[in-house]
């Protein structure tokens, strides 16, 4: 019988397991897994700080499906991580991170770089675990990508100690024997969706005169957007895809209303608002999206399905609750609805969906453009919507320009929109792209950044330089802190406290070309699909562009925080007539 060490052992059963690359950054108590590394069939990138390698990670699984995996030292190595394995949890994103740590003897001596990494991430992982036996490495691993992968998808955690990694053991699994047994005795996972609850909501949704399907990202996690897409078709009801889910439906169907929410479309918060059912698809009623949630949909009743029963009834109690896999859950519930049409039951949404029509022609997405005068983020957001046809994977930071993104690029597939929702990561963008080009390689993988974010992170450019990972970085530059300075703009009379940036410092076209990468700058509208042809044309190495944009424009429509949805703002491009008119909607149907 082989013996090998457990550092050997570990990165036999990340092959094993059919992991392709691991985003890390080694350092003392993680060195003896970077030896057999080395020799691996894992391909390592080389990050220059942790976090990055968690975000990449997370942009990896995102766009591919497939769990991440980082990897770093002991001490500040995995304290880094953190951040990354926060918001994967929040956005059940599969991740697994591995970690060095000091030796068995050292534990809990304060030793150098000791960190109680699986303590400190005890709240923000699905699960995570020390090893201290050598032997239990494999089953180790298995089980966390099982529980990474399985049920609503998160972060999982190794921690690993240095005298651990170094001792030998027999490798006791046959040729072709994985994964080993697992023993997981607290860990269960959903049974199948209850069918009667599933014809029951079938029954309900062609019966409902102003139905909206509100999916969330457990639609795009479970690939089940055809299924959605049949659904929708059956039923004729309206389509409203979250932050997490756009991609989901298409923004070209008639029957889509964009996304809900403090900065949704018009008809998307209208609609949830005037429902007399909300069926919520892989969606968790979060509080971006409803608003102050005593106020929230008051007409509707509640269809609810989703595979983590922690979710049903947390914000809003349902009429109906649906436990289990979307992927079975969506086939079906179509297919109830495909047995009740077949039966004479037909939908009856044309008043409903003419007064959404009316919605969209009454309250667009709207904003002012002058081609002489400042540059709009909205305006080269829908040049780049334009120019790349809704195929790009675009991956946004958190801000003014997620929001832009989000509103006025027309996604077309699923997984092609990677951000940071539940935790709102400054940071996200760059890495994250890094990681999607790795898992999809050829494809065009464009970061929206804004210039607090992409300062927080673009070190990562010089992985991306050396690793020929040609990404394009698109920088909303405005000078402020945007969304922050908005919201002093709005609630703190104006007073703009420790938010700006300013433009000057530093050259982002100097910078780019630092770290290896072309850099681009662009400052009047006429000058957008130029520069834009340059930036996306295919290159070995990334693009940076600094897009100079209006240090002053908002992001709107709005609904303030803990404001009731009705309380929408839709900015100042609308008179005052509008707004009183979209406040006071009149619902026929």
């Known amino acids: 019988m082989q013996q090998l060490t457990g550092a050997q052992a570990l990165v036999r059963s990340l092959e094993l397991q059919g992991v392709e690359v691991v985003f890390g950054l080694p350092g003392g108590t993680i060195l003896p897994t970077y030896d057999p590394l080395l020799s691996s069939s894992l391909r390592h990138v080389l990050v220059r700080h942790e976090q990055g390698a968690g975000h990449a990670a997370e942009g990896y699984a995102w766009a591919t ?14 304290t880094n991580l953190v951040t990354a394995l926060s918001d994967a949890y929040m956005d059940s994103v599969p991740l ?27 709240p923000i992982t699905k699960h995570n675990e020390i090893v201290t036996d050598v032997e239990r490495i494999p089953a180790a691993v298995a089980e966390a990508f099982h529980v990474a992968t399985t049920g609503r998808p998160g972060p999982v955690l190794i921690d690993v100690p240095k005298d651990v990694q170094q001792a030998a053991a027999p490798w006791r699994l046959a040729e072709g024997e994985w994964p080993p047994r697992m023993e997981l005795p607290g860990y269960r996972l959903p049974g199948p969706p209850d069918q009667a609850a599933i014809e029951a909501a079938a029954s309900m949704l062609l019966q409902a005169r102003r139905p909206v399907l509100y999916v969330g990202g457990g639609v795009v996690k ?24 756009r991609g989901g439906f298409p923004d070209s169907h008639p029957l889509a209303l964009g996304m809900p929410g403090m900065h949704g479309t018009y008809p998307a918060v209208a609609a949830l608002q005037e429902a007399d059912l909300i069926v919520a698809l892989g969606a968790r009623f979060d509080d971006r999206v409803t608003g102050q ?26 009429d109906i609750a649906i436990i289990g896999d979307l992927r079975v859950t969506m086939g079906r519930l179509a297919d109830a609805v495909t047995a009740e049409i077949a039966g004479g039951q037909q939908p009856d949404t044309a008043a409903w969906l003419a007064t959404v029509d009316g919605w969209k022609a009454k309250f667009p997405l709207r904003y002012s453009h002058d081609p002489a005068g400042p540059l709009k983020p909205q305006y080269v957001t829908e040049r780049l919507s334009a120019l790349t046809g809704g195929e790009a994977i675009i991956v946004a930071g958190v801000g003014q320009h997620q929001m832009h993104a989000a509103q006025h690029y027309s996604f077309t597939r699923p997984r092609s929109w990677i951000n940071s929702g539940g935790a709102g990561t400054m940071g996200f963008a760059v890495p994250a792209a890094m990681g999607a080009q790795v898992g999809r390689p050829g494809e065009l993988v464009v970061a929206i950044d804004g210039d607090g974010c992409f300062q927080m992170t673009a070190q990562e450019l010089a992985t991306c330089a050396i690793e020929k990972i040609p990404i394009k970085v698109l920088i909303f530059n405005n000078g402020f802190l945007g969304m922050v300075r908005q919201w002093q703009e709005l609630f703190y009379d104006e007073r703009y406290s420790s938010v700006e940036l300013g433009t000057a ?18 400052e009047r509208p006429d000058e957008v699909d130029a520069v834009l042809d340059k930036a996306l044309a295919p290159s070995d190495v990334p693009v940076v562009v600094d897009f100079r944009t209006h240090d002053r424009e908002g992001v709107f429509p709005m609904v303030p925080a803990g404001k009731p949805n009705d309380d929408i703002v839709l900015g100042p491009e609308f008179s005052t007539d509008e707004q009183r008119a979209a406040t006071r909607r009149e619902v026929k149907g």
């Open 65 to 78: 499906g497939r769990p991440g995996v980082c990897m770093a030292t002991s001490g500040p190595g995995a």
């Open 293 to 318: 949630l005593a106020a929230f949909a008051p007409k509707a009743r509640i269809v609810h399905a989703d595979i983590d029963p922690a979710e049903i009834g947390k914000n809003r109690r349902p």
């Open 222 to 245: 479970s690939d089940t957007h055809e299924d959605l897409l049949r659904l929708a078709e059956l039923t004729r009801a309206p389509v409203t895809t979250t932050l997490m889910a």
């Open 96 to 122: 697994v991170a591995i970690t060095g740590q000091v030796g068995t003897g050292l534990i809990g001596s304060d030793a150098f770089q000791e960190a109680d990494i699986t303590g400190i991430t005890l």
């Open 505 to 522: 410092i530093p050259d982002y076209v100097k910078l780019a070309d630092a770290y290896g990468c072309t850099g681009l700058r662009c």
